[in-house]
């Protein structure tokens, strides 16, 4: 059966969701990766697991009756190390209580039984940075590549890894978590999983604030984002705090391409719409690091925004439902 195929009446739609620690966004996205309307709602975090999981089935079921139809596939982009082979939760940050060995897959599975499409329906869970990946380089900044690095740098700082046209994952389903890297410029700050010099405690826009304030920087910026207009603006400090970070991403990033080689480097989040001054310092400490045969290697902002998760999770969903049709 061919992707087009699946839209025949009756047959259902694919819904992606993006499951994040503060807000859920869902909505159809069809074979060939066009977006409905996106449907979001804040994420219960701290009413544990199972809320979460009936606020997600709550907003997919909104997705459907606006779509008025039934589900053939489910994809999800969840917050967390994510066993994607069971959809289940391995490991979370203390901002999602209780998420570590959340059954995602089944819990939505069972909440909506009702609403499949007359064949049933498939439930496809990934990490959300591998989600985004997946989306980036389906309909984003790396389509048509092979072998992709996205790293995206927000409140932390995550990355994934497509080679060969499929999400590198793990023996500890842990594959890309370049946060936990230690790189020079992070010695003796604390990282958010315990330890220290790792990438995050440099390069995260948390970590960007907080090393602006430790530094004697004015107590009255509130955030990175802060930091960043005052670096734009003559501040030195606040400049030279911006620069140490990207320079940490683009070191960090050097060491990953020399490893896997890939076609493309994707940049996202939060941070990496700071502009130029952290762009270049990333894109300097690289371009110094890496070998000459890397010389060249393009490094490009994400294009999707805040849908990549979206449209990677759909994505995964797609690629499972027809491969599933092919074994048939
Ligand atoms: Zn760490």
Redesign the pocket.
Known sequence: MSETNLYAAGAGVVVGVDLGGTKIAAATVDADGTLGRVHTTPTPATDGPAAVLDAVASLVRGVLAAAGTGLRALGVGAAGVIDSGRGVVVSATETFPGWPGTDIAGGLRERLAPLAAEDGFVVVVENDVDAHAAGETWRGAAAGARSVLLVAVGTGVGAAVVLDGRLLRGAHHLAGEA??LPVPGAEGLR?????TG?L??VGAGPSIHRRYLALGGDPAAPDARDVVARAVGGDDLAARVVRAAGEAVGRAIAGIVTVLDPEVVVVGGGVAEAGGLWWSALEGALRSEVVDVLADLPVVPAALAGEAAIVGAAHCAWTMTTSSDEEQ
């Open positions: 946060g936990h990282c958010p999983c315990g330890r790792h995050e405690a």
